[in-house]
């Protein structure tokens, strides 16, 4: 072949490379750019929109990657990356913090609380080389754990009993000392649902039921001196789906399991906004100020955490340390679990200690009133 020609060939290749890579830039920077504004989009309306939010940490690894690869390459194109990624900086807070300072708690200057959120995923997480071989084990294990925390408010979810147990005996007998509140859907096999326990006085408590759904939210009221607050305690609708069975479907090309798996998704992505609503609705026409706990099944970068944080602090971003990231399956990428309190409060430590007794981790934090 001539070398005129070779030369040639050699310059569409490049030519073909070069606009391939940038028509994959500009897909990989818009989809990021998506999940900025998803938060504000309400996904009952556009559903699909929130996925991006939800891709957000793999969206953003993927423009350091491409930005990186063209800065190697010495091309122009890594502009396209490096303005997908400036507003990630304003977002990243809410996944990881880096040398965050926390206050001691014998520096506070004025009342404080420890509150414990935890999805304790229905005492499911059974290992036997830890001598935890049933349902039983696995809840007086969790229970052993949260007392030596020592918490003031406890927020648990996915809360499941089996057989004739009542879970107030239960509790009575495993929490000395703690106010038990909750409410539970019957099942074929025992009772679950959210449980709120608190060493402070309960001054009043409420649940907010869910249309077509296992889940729910219930509330108590507690007081310290003068300050008298309330605690949601929130388990928005769950995707109820196997990452690792969806995984290995997409490798099988099991086309029914996939599809399957993007009817829950939908399900559950639609259904959780007028959960949110509902809760965020409940909130403004309480006439004190109110904490809110729990499961939202959604990350930082979504519509829930978007309207839960309103006039709300993040304990993790406020005071948390390391990645805050609290489904264990998934670790480091999803943060699910928060506790979010008044503005006007500080957090003072915020904890999220990785106890393989659950497929969640325990959120817990000291705050200062």
């Not at 991006?52 to 350091?64: A, E, I, K, Q, Y």
Request: glycine share 6%.
């Amino acid at each position: 072949m001539p070398k005129a020609k070779k030369k040639d060939n050699k310059k569409k290749n490049a030519t073909f490379f070069g606009i391939t890579s940038r028509v994959l830039m500009l897909i990989v920077a818009a989809l990021l750019a998506l999940s900025y504004v998803s938060i504000a989009i309400n996904p009952a309306k556009v559903w699909l929109v929130s996925l991006s939010g939800l891709l957000f940490v793999p969206l953003m690894t993927l423009n350091v990657i491409l930005l990186l690869w063209a800065i190697k390459r010495l091309s122009k194109s890594f502009v396209i990356p490096l303005l997908a990624l400036i507003p990630s900086f304003f977002f990243i807070g809410r996944y990881v913090q880096i040398g965050a300072e926390e206050e001691q708690a014998g520096q506070t200057k004025g009342e404080t609380v420890k509150v414990m959120t935890w999805n304790v995923g229905r005492f499911a997480m059974l290992d036997e080389e830890a001598g935890i071989r049933n349902m039983q084990q696995c809840a007086d294990s969790v229970f052993d754990y949260i007392l030596s925390q020592d918490p003031d408010i406890v927020c648990l979810q996915e809360f499941k009993l089996s057989g004739s147990q009542k879970v107030r005996d239960y509790l009575s007998r495993k929490m000395k000392g703690y106010s038990v509140e909750y409410y539970m859907f019957p099942s074929g096999s025992g009772s679950f649902g959210n449980v709120t326990l608190s060493r402070l006085p309960i001054k009043d408590k409420g649940k907010i039921k869910f249309e077509q759904s296992a889940n729910l939210a219930i509330y108590t009221d507690h007081q310290v001196g003068d300050r008298r607050f309330r605690v949601y305690n929130c388990h928005f609708e769950s995707y109820n789906i196997s990452f690792t069975g969806f995984a290995k479907a997409l490798l099988q090309r099991d086309n029914t399991v996939i599809n399957e798996t993007g009817t829950k998704m939908k399900r559950s992505i639609t259904r959780r906004p007028k959960q949110v609503d509902q809760v965020f609705s409940h909130i403004e026409d309480c006439p004190i100020e109110s904490f809110v706990c729990g499961d939202f099944n959604d990350n930082p970068m979504s519509y829930t955490y978007y309207r839960m944080t309103r006039h709300r602090e993040d304990s993790f971003v406020e005071a948390g340390k390391g990645f805050g990231a609290t489904y264990a399956l998934l670790w480091p990428m999803l943060r699910i679990d928060y506790i979010l309190y008044p503005s006007r409060y500080d957090a003072v430590t915020n904890d999220i200690p990785r106890v393989n007794l659950s497929d969640h981790y325990p959120v817990i934090s000291e705050i200062e009133l």
